[in-house]
């Protein structure tokens, strides 16, 4: 029973183009949502969350768009860049539950 | 360091032995947080830890498994009688209390292999 699902798990885009990474969790409770990324043999670095009272988090290049109505979220990197090729993962949890993680989509910026 | 870190970074073990793994967490970072992850897995919780104290125990798998945290500081989490589904990336994160609706700053892993 995956709670958060991510179900590209590969996406390549050009340099300079948007990247656009989707996650749709199935748990109304949760309330609050971030995005990890990582890169081979390192642990996951925190990028940018966001609350379930808001639909929009930006961050520099990085924006999280939250559709509460969908159970739908999606991270946006404009411009991408080569160095942004990792794997992302998507977390949510509400309250004082522990993170359920996505099985992550591995993103590949092509130069 | 400034960040989390584990040791060892790998390790390889026959089936059966106990293994014991460490975490050092981010100095100051009161919660403790143990997950793995096994190949084309996400992350699965383990077990959380504020100060000392596990309240919340619920993803250890099964009763080989067991983890300790002394002086609010450093975790040890430890397999007995390993088996080959053990295999997996062991992560350790901390934070910088014990709520949930904080970003967790994970360490590098250590990459366990059960032959």
């Known amino acids: 029973d995956q709670q958060v699902k991510q179900n590209s798990p590969s996406l390549s885009v050009q340099e300079g183009r948007i990247s656009i990474l989707n996650c749709d969790y199935t748990?109304?409770?949760?309330?609050?949502f971030l995005w990890y990324k990582k890169y081979p043999a390192e642990g996951p670095t925190f990028l940018i969350s966001i609350s379930s009272i808001k639909d929009k988090n930006e961050d520099g290049r990085f924006t999280v768009f939250l559709n509460k109505s969908a159970k739908h979220l999606s991270l946006h990197i404009v411009p991408s860049q080569p160095g942004d090729s990792a794997v992302y993962f998507c977390?949510?949890?509400?309250?004082?539950?522990?993170?359920?993680f996505g099985k992550g989509t591995r993103l590949s910026v092509i130069a | 360091g400034a960040g989390v870190s584990q040791s060892p970074s790998n390790k390889v073990t026959e089936k059966g032995k106990d293994v014991e793994l460490r975490c050092d967490p981010i100095s100051g970072h009161t919660a403790l947080y143990w997950y793995r992850q096994s190949l084309g897995q996400g992350l699965e919780f383990l077990i959380y830890?504020?100060?000392?104290?596990?309240?919340?125990k619920s993803g250890l798998p099964s009763d080989r498994f067991s983890a300790e945290r002394t002086g609010g500081s450093v975790s040890t989490l430890t397999i007995q009688r390993t088996q080959q589904e053990d295999s997996a990336v062991y992560l350790c994160?901390?934070?910088?209390?014990?709520?949930?609706?904080?970003?967790?700053?994970f360490g590098d892993g250590t990459r366990l292999s059960i032959l």
């Open positions: 748990n109304s409770m949760f309330d609050y």
């Open positions: 830890f504020q100060g000392n104290s596990a309240p919340d």
């Open positions: 994160a901390s934070s910088l209390d014990g709520h949930f609706n904080q970003p967790q700053h």
């Open positions: 977390a949510a949890n509400s309250g004082n539950t522990p993170l359920v």
